[in-house]
């Protein structure tokens, strides 16, 4: 629970950041481009979070499978 909450404030705060950027730098034609880019920001950074969990939880039981082998072929060879 304390991760969605994380990831649902985090976005919202890319979102209102990229849409306030935008608004700064583009005064008058702000609104054409603000809405946009903030909810693209905000998509990219939940994806952005749930793809760096998958690799990092993909990178652990890999190195798992590896430690398991290589511990028993060590066994197996009496190393």
Same mark, same amino acid.
């Given at each position: ?9 985090? *976005?919202? $705060?890319?979102?209102?950041?990229? *849409? ?9 034609? $702000? ?10 920001? @905000? ?11 998958? $690799?990092?939880?993909?990178?652990? $039981? ?15 060879? @009496?190393?």
């Amino acid at each position: 629970m304390k991760a969605i909450i994380f990831i649902l404030i985090t *976005a919202e $705060s890319v979102c209102i950041l990229t *849409a306030e950027i935008v608004d700064l730098i583009l005064y008058n034609h $702000s609104l054409l481009l603000s809405i946009p880019l903030a909810l693209i920001a @905000g998509a990219f950074t939940v994806v952005a979070l749930e793809a760096f969990k998958k $690799s990092r939880h993909k990178n652990n $039981s890999c190195m798992g499978k590896i430690y398991t082998v290589t511990k028993s072929y060590t066994k197996n060879k @009496g190393v």
